[in-house]
């Protein structure tokens, strides 16, 4: 059975950092696809970040420079590190294994909340 456990969100200020983690079991992080999701309250679901299971890396423009995703394989966890943090990156934050073309496992999120 596949798990996905996300923690590390919070209430940071503008310009801060957080770090989000997604604990993994039933799987092996560093063997296929996975990323991280965000949904804001009205807005719908975006990627924020992928890593294949080659190691290639890929973000989109909004936190291009800004975050960073990387696996531990010792630890089987997705990292997150989110610098810079802005008031539109306030979300709940998701990681999400690929599986047939496909993001099949989810975790339950984290809230990350950037005030100014």
């Known amino acids: 059975q596949v798990q996905l456990a996300e923690s590390g969100g919070g209430s940071v200020q503008v310009g801060g950092s957080l770090r989000l983690a997604c604990a993994a079991s039933?799987?092996?992080?560093?063997?296929?696809?996975m990323g991280w999701f965000r949904q804001a309250p009205g807005r719908e679901r975006e990627g924020v970040a992928e890593?294949?299971?080659?190691?290639?890396?890929s973000y989109p423009e909004s936190v291009k420079g800004r975050f960073t995703i990387s696996k531990d394989n010792a630890m089987n966890t997705l990292y997150l590190q989110m610098m810079s943090l802005k008031p539109e990156d306030t979300a709940m934050y998701y990681c999400?294994?690929?599986?047939?073309?496909?993001?099949?496992?989810w975790g339950q999120g984290t809230q990350v909340t950037v005030s100014s």
């Open positions: 039933g799987l092996t992080v560093t063997r296929i696809d």
């Open positions: 999400a294994a690929l599986k047939i073309g496909a993001y099949r496992y």
């Open positions: 890593i294949d299971g080659w190691g290639k890396i």
